[in-house]
């Protein structure tokens, strides 16, 4: 990963790139054998505990993977194992690059380095800036003689640590605990409290919920069926709260039944409202015919009408009862009629609903074509000025290697002009080949022919310098002719050391010159050794002439005259 500034971020090859998790379940992968007379062994060859373990195993899959995301971490694979006494469940982790872990360092997002690391620099920086006092010795912790402890909530069966004959800090009795032994025992606390409280998670979100303990017996020093016994009451619960879960669910919809069957009981006690209302009316007419039947029991055809008029009223209580079933019969059909018309106008509307998204979509695919010939014919366009930008590239290419090569360069009026022409090619046809890219070959070989002569003279300036070097240096017996070195060039360097340095100097980017130039220069040895005969004589000739003159001098000095060494 590159940073901000454009480094490349590589991974360490002792970073801890993955991270992984193991969970077991309390069941058996095989069932006990028929004589078997210990501890309550429930297995995966039990449906019930079947069907639960499957049920668990799927949230804890769910549930790594939340919160795997949650700490930064993508999930790389989950394997079942039940070659073992209880099936359990392994998962891989890796982590996510990001600017905040782009090393890809899995402590990084492990709840329990990462608390470590950041209660060690808190408690460095709380002790560093702190007045310093003088260290205390550590005690050795007293031996604890009794049983241990049971604790509660997230400590629940712990152990207590074993004596030692070290300080909490990890000294021995009786010395100062130093800085760093502080820090680390304040981060070791700070990652046991971490995982503590990562497991207390995962058992309040996930096992709890599948009547499965905190802890194991070990931690509890409890026997295996005195576990069991305590594994069964929180079936139990369990057991207990699914029957409430579905108790429930029966509840809701017997009260849904009991609400429908009400508002249809409500209706029909309506309808018998009403129609007890038209028969208390006819019951009230009916009474006031007995009546006057009664007050005419004289007259027998008053009793005749009356009885016609009874008849008459019973017909028309039939007829009344006709037409409410009619009306009823009526007020159905009316009612299906609506629910007809209902079922119409939302056909209708989604049919419109479905004709506008229609259009939409006509108008989108229009669109949409339009922006496709649209593109299309920009890439058209751009293939075309690749076509020509290709053109030009290659011939700049072809202009730029015939230069190199010697065969393109430039007339007297600036033109482009074939010296070499290829073989079995005409020259104009090379130039017409050129001539889209003519006025940027101009222009470039006119700046590399300034170029290549200007670097050409400065190279024969050099070149002339050590030659006339090297001439003198020959000249002056300052270099020789050896078969000592390979390149048969040697340097007296016990004499004129300053004038030897100074032609290494002048010579040390350009030595194949002078080992070139020096068997070209004609052989001076002879000369050279008579003028160091001559050097050695003259320097005889001044010894003699010194003591002669030192002679005389001292004679006349004897003699009271005035030498040459007064004055």
């Known amino acids: 990963m590159r940073t901000a500034d454009g480094k490349i971020q590589r991974i360490r090859k002792d970073t801890h790139v993955m991270e992984a998790q193991v969970h077991s379940h309390p069941i058996y992968t095989k069932a006990p054998p028929p004589d078997h007379q210990g501890e309550i062994r429930p297995s995966m060859a039990d449906p019930l ?12 899959i769910q549930w ?18 039940l070659d073992e006494a209880h099936p359990h469940i392994h998962a891989l ?30 408690a460095r920086e709380r002790l560093s800036s702190a ?8 005690e050795p912790e007293p031996v604890e003689r009794t049983r241990t402890r049971r604790r509660r909530g997230i400590d629940l069966g712990r152990r207590s640590p074993a004596p030692s004959k070290r300080g909490k800090a990890g000294q021995k009795a009786g010395e100062p605990a130093t800085l760093e032994q502080l820090v680390n025992q304040v981060g070791t606390r700070a990652y046991k409290a971490a995982m503590r409280g990562w497991q207390s998670h995962l058992y309040e979100t996930l096992n709890f919920r599948h009547g499965l303990a905190r802890v194991g017996p070990g931690l509890e020093r ?20 699914e029957l409430a879960t579905t108790l429930a669910t029966v509840a809701d919809n017997f009260a849904g039944h009991a609400r429908v069957v009400d508002e249809q009981r409500r209706q029909a006690e309506n309808e018998a409202a009403r129609f007890k209302a038209e028969v208390e009316a006819l019951k009230t007419e009916l009474a006031a015919a007995n009546d006057t039947i009664r007050r005419a029991d004289e007259l027998p055809h008053i009793i005749q009408t009356l009885e016609a008029e009874e008849e008459a009223g019973r017909l028309r209580l039939a007829a009344i009862s006709a ?8 007020l159905r059909r009316a009612q299906d009629a609506e629910a007809v018309r209902k079922k119409s106008e939302a056909a209708a509307a989604q049919a419109e609903r479905r004709r506008e998204r229609a259009e939409a979509a006509v108008v989108s695919l229009e669109q949409r074509e339009e922006f496709v010939r649209s593109e299309r014919i920009k890439i058209n366009d751009e293939k075309v000025a690749l076509k020509i930008r290709e053109r030009d590239v290659k011939a700049k290419l072809r202009g730029m290697a015939a230069w190199a090569n010697g065969r393109l360069d430039l007339d007297a009026n600036d033109r482009l002009i074939i010296i070499e022409p290829r073989a079995g090619r005409n020259p104009d046809d090379e130039l017409a080949s050129l001539q889209p890219v003519e006025r940027w070959l101009i222009d470039a070989v006119k700046s590399l022919n300034s170029l290549f002569y200007d670097r050409l003279d400065r190279t024969l300036d050099k070149v002339k310098r050590v030659i006339r070097s090297t001439i003198r240096a020959w000249s002056e017996g300052l270099i020789y002719r050896t078969t000592s070195y390979e390149h048969g060039v040697g340097l007296r360097k016990d004499k004129a050391l300053d004038a030897a340095v100074k032609f290494q100097e002048e010579t040390f980017d350009h030595k194949e010159i002078v080992y070139s130039t020096l068997p070209l220069l004609p052989d001076l040895t002879s000369v050279h050794d008579v003028m160091k005969q001559a050097e050695i004589m ?6 003699a002439e010194r003591r002669r003159l030192n002679a005389v001098a001292a004679k006349l000095h004897e003699l009271g005259g005035r030498g040459p060494g007064r004055s």
């Open 93 to 122: 982790l890796v982590p996510r690059r990001s600017p905040k872990n782009p090393r890809l360092d899995a402590k990084a997002t492990h709840p329990g380095y990462a608390a470590q690391v950041r209660r060690r620099a808190q």
């Open 222 to 241: 409890l026997s295996r069926r005195a576990w069991w016994q305590r594994q069964t009451q929180s079936e139990a619960v369990l057991e207990k709260k």
């Open 323 to 330: 037409d409410i079933a009619e009306a009823d019969h009526k």
């Open 131 to 138: 007045v310093p006092i003088k260290a205390v010795a550590a």
């Open 538 to 543: 003259r320097g005889t000739l001044d010894t």
């Open 64 to 81: 790594i993977e939340h919160d795997a995301h949650r700490r930064g971490l993508d999930m790389l694979c989950v394997v079942e194992h």
């Open 49 to 60: 505990w079947r069907t639960r373990y499957l049920t668990w195993r799927s949230e804890l």
